[in-house]
């Protein structure tokens, strides 16, 4: 009973390819995130849904383009694939969007791009 | 602005001797921290959290954390290191501004020898 799963775990391609990465959680919860971790282990926000509105847009380039088709999904498309995209990317979610409240996190998907 | 300073990248201890990682958080609210652990390849957990309750939090696995608001310090302890816990730390302040984005600090790396 995975809490919060992500497809692929492991995603290689080439430069200038498109790719979408899914998340799914099953715990009832409100607000979906997307995190970038780059190569140094550096953990940094990118985007963030809450009942399929986009509260948090970061400035990620707008190749980026997440997507959340109900409250349970939040999938995240890259196009024109760039060799600085390539790090591990994690999904999260958290009941509602309180201060306080933890944050649940997906094995992440590492994505490399040669 | 928030922020967090975790201020060590790497900590080494011997199995059964105490661990101390060090974290000092900015914020211009009263914060909600945490502690996440990653183990290699591993998606993220959370240790412990302080949303304004008891300064001292427990966690799982026999760890604690002192929130020491004249210090600006959440330093996460635990008395006797096990091998199983060789892992990258992160203490993280909740934006309580409205988006209650996650923001990271750049990791430990604790390293526990036999």
């Known amino acids: 009973d995975t809490a919060v799963s992500q497809t692929p775990k492991y995603l290689v391609t080439q430069m200038g390819n498109d790719k979408s990465i899914k998340c799914e959680q099953n715990?009832?919860?409100?607000?979906m995130y997307w995190y970038k971790q780059d190569s140094k282990k550096f953990l940094k926000i990118m985007f963030s849904?809450?009942?399929?509105?986009?509260?948090i847009n970061e400035t990620v380039p707008n190749r980026f383009s997440p997507k959340s088709p109900d409250k349970a999904h939040l999938n995240l498309h890259i196009n024109s694939l760039e060799l600085g995209d390539s790090a591990v990317y994690f999904c999260?979610?958290?009941?509602?969007?309180?201060?306080?409240?933890?944050?649940?996190f997906g094995p992440g998907t590492r994505l490399t791009v040669t | 602005a928030q922020s967090v300073t975790q201020l060590d990248s790497h900590v080494s201890v011997s199995e059964g001797t105490p661990v101390l990682l060090r974290c000092n958080y900015s914020s211009s609210y009263s914060p909600s921290l945490f502690w996440y652990v990653q183990h290699p390849n591993k998606g993220l957990q959370l240790l412990l959290k302080?949303?304004?309750?008891?300064?001292l939090v427990k966690g799982i696995n026999g760890f604690e954390a002192e929130f020491k608001k004249s210090e600006t310090s959440f330093h996460l302890t635990k008395p006797s290191a096990h091998m199983s816990d060789a892992a990258e730390y992160f203490c993280?302040?909740?934006?309580?501004?409205?988006?209650?984005?996650?923001?990271f600090g750049t990791g430990t790396r604790l390293k526990v020898l036999a």
């Open positions: 993280v302040v909740s934006d309580p501004s409205g988006t209650y984005k996650y923001i």
């Open positions: 302080y949303t304004s309750a008891a300064t």
């Open positions: 999260a979610s958290s009941q509602v969007r309180l201060a306080g409240l933890e944050q649940y």
């Open positions: 715990l009832g919860h409100d607000t």
């Open positions: 849904y809450n009942n399929k509105e986009l509260i």
